[in-house]
């Protein structure tokens, strides 16, 4: 697969979304925080940023799957997001202990209760797409565990951390064949949702996508630089 989000010879509607939109998980990866996560230079202050405003925006992930739930045609739909809500509360924290632990504060304190202006543009965003379709949904919570795992799996092949990595928990959490998994699956899930779907249907499903890697780097930016809520400056 080299460096590309997608195999050479794999087909489907993600497929051809990962080509498209493989500029995005570029900036993605080259963005300065996770620049900062690889050579574990990356300060304190932005990794609890960071941690704060991912578990606010994991939280409305899991309203996201609810809304799926909602939306769900039988009832293997309803276990896929039965599913993936309990990996998000049971799993998805261990990332953040590991970078409360390297920061040296507990994840109970790194928690915040407020999103970022950036984060709840996103939320906004993906609570939009689930007043759609089903297939538009899905098309907006794929980028943010694909981004994550195809970096992840990237670095971890690519550049074979090691220990003295402060992130290194991190990295293997996202590369993990367990967490590559949820990537495969929604990915397949979404395939069979675009094959029977219109082409305006399918439009909206690559704009909701496309709009979500964008979040996706708007959200290490704002994690960079410890964006929150304040009045504009200037005339």
């Not at 293997?172 to 967490?179: R, S």
């Not at 082409?199 to 960079?224: G, I, L, P």
Request: glycine letters at 8%; aromatic letters at 12%; one cysteine or more.
């Amino acid at each position: 697969m080299g460096n590309s989000p997608v195999a050479t010879m794999e087909t489907g509607f993600t497929a051809e979304l990962g080509r498209r939109h493989a500029d995005l998980f570029e900036a993605f990866y080259d963005h300065p925080f996770l620049a900062g996560m690889r050579d574990g230079t990356l300060a304190k202050e932005k990794v609890l940023h960071y941690v704060g405003q991912d578990h606010q925006y994991l939280s409305a992930y899991i309203r996201c799957y609810g809304l799926g739930l909602a939306l769900s045609p039988d009832r293997g739909w309803m276990r896929h997001f039965h599913d993936s809500i309990a990996f998000v509360l049971d799993e998805e924290s261990h990332p953040h202990q590991v970078l409360c632990e390297h920061a040296g504060t507990g994840y109970a304190e790194a928690q915040v209760g407020r999103l970022a202006p950036s984060a709840q543009a996103y939320v906004d965003h993906m609570m939009a797409a689930g007043r759609d379709s089903l297939g538009v949904l899905l098309a907006s919570l794929l980028p943010c565990p694909w981004t994550y795992t195809w970096a992840a799996d990237r670095f971890v092949r690519d550049e074979r951390p090691g220990p003295d990595n402060p992130f290194l928990g991190w990295w293997t959490f996202y590369a993990d064949p367990g967490c590559q998994s949820v990537t495969t699956e929604l990915r397949s899930m979404l395939d069979s949702l675009a094959a029977d779907a219109g082409a305006a249907e399918r439009a909206r499903m690559e704009r909701a996508f496309e709009d979500s890697c964008h979040h996706e780097v708007r959200f290490w930016n704002m994690a960079w630089t410890l964006e929150e809520w304040s009045a504009p400056t200037g005339a």
